[in-house]
């Protein structure tokens, strides 16, 4: 299995703690969440063949002996683009762990999607609405869609919802791509339109979510993999802030067991 750390984004939201270090190297209880995804990585026996994709700070990185390549465009582009910088690194045939530097998890999110056989998988967390209830007042005003049809697998994703009903769960920024579609994943990439917009954005700054969109619109079967909790995000200053405040208390531990450092 090939993994690849998308981790070259600024994180403006995260200043000051962003001011001198990478977003995946800000500390949380007293450990980077690089060090902390690594960690459940490990757990799961996934601890070689890791890449980290830096750009923004990047000499302030510590990868842990992982791979590293570099977005030189990290500034003006999103993280498609910054996956697509280590083209060289998704391998015919091997699977692809695709996970996003600014998230941790307990080794039991990365298993269910390890366990599955889909062509694609994604993580989801159904119990999201709990976790986004520590964030923010109005959980919906910052969810995205995610409907699946009976079987699980995934119809809609990554737009705006308009109503609890359109939200099943909330994907997370933990992928895999099953090794013998890895070939078909970089053609339709190279296939995509460069002068069309997704979502609203250009071709450089697309999200992740049009372009798994874009593979279920295509026929690709998209697999939910669904988790109750178990993960965070750290996307804003005050949410690293409660989030410690929490682990300190031990309240956090009933949202997302950290590793003690």
């Known amino acids: 299995m090939q993994t690849l ?4 984004g600024q994180g403006t939201r995260l200043r000051p703690y962003t001011n001198d270090r990478p977003k995946c190297m800000v500390s949380l209880a007293g450990k980077p969440l690089l060090h902390r995804q690594m960690s459940a990585m490990a757990a799961c026996g996934v601890h070689e063949k890791i890449t980290v994709i830096g750009g923004y700070r990047s000499d302030d990185l510590d990868t842990l002996q992982a791979g590293l390549v570099l977005n030189p465009r990290y ?4 993280m498609v683009l910054t996956l697509f910088c ?3 690194r998704m391998i015919d045939g091997e699977d692809l762990l695709i996970s996003y530097g600014d998230i941790v998890y307990e ?5 269910a999607v390890l366990d599955s056989d889909a062509p694609v998988c994604l993580a989801a967390d159904r119990e ?3 976790l986004w209830q520590l964030r923010m007042d109005e959980p919906l005003d910052d969810a995205e869609t995610f409907r699946m049809d009976d079987q699980g697998y995934v119809t809609e994703l990554g737009r705006k919802p ?3 009903d359109d939200v099943e769960a909330q994907y997370m920024g933990l992928i895999r791509i099953r090794g013998d579609h890895v070939a078909r994943f970089k053609a339709f990439f ?3 339109d460069r002068a069309a917009t997704y979502d609203g954005k250009d071709f450089d700054n697309m999200y992740m979510t049009s372009l798994v969109q874009g593979l279920i619109d295509a026929g690709w079967p998209v697999k939910a993999c669904l988790v109750d909790n178990g993960w965070l995000e750290v996307d804003t200053a005050d949410e690293l802030e409660a989030y410690e405040a929490m682990a300190t208390s031990g309240e956090l531990d009933a949202y997302c067991k950290l590793e003690r450092s």
């Open 75 to 78: 500034d003006a582009t999103n």
């Open 86 to 88: 280590a083209r060289d």
């Open 5 to 8: 750390i998308l981790a070259a």
């Open 162 to 164: 308009g109503s609890y």
């Open 128 to 130: 999201w609405k709990r």
């Open 190 to 192: 190279d296939a995509l």
């Open 107 to 111: 080794p039991r999110v990365l298993q």
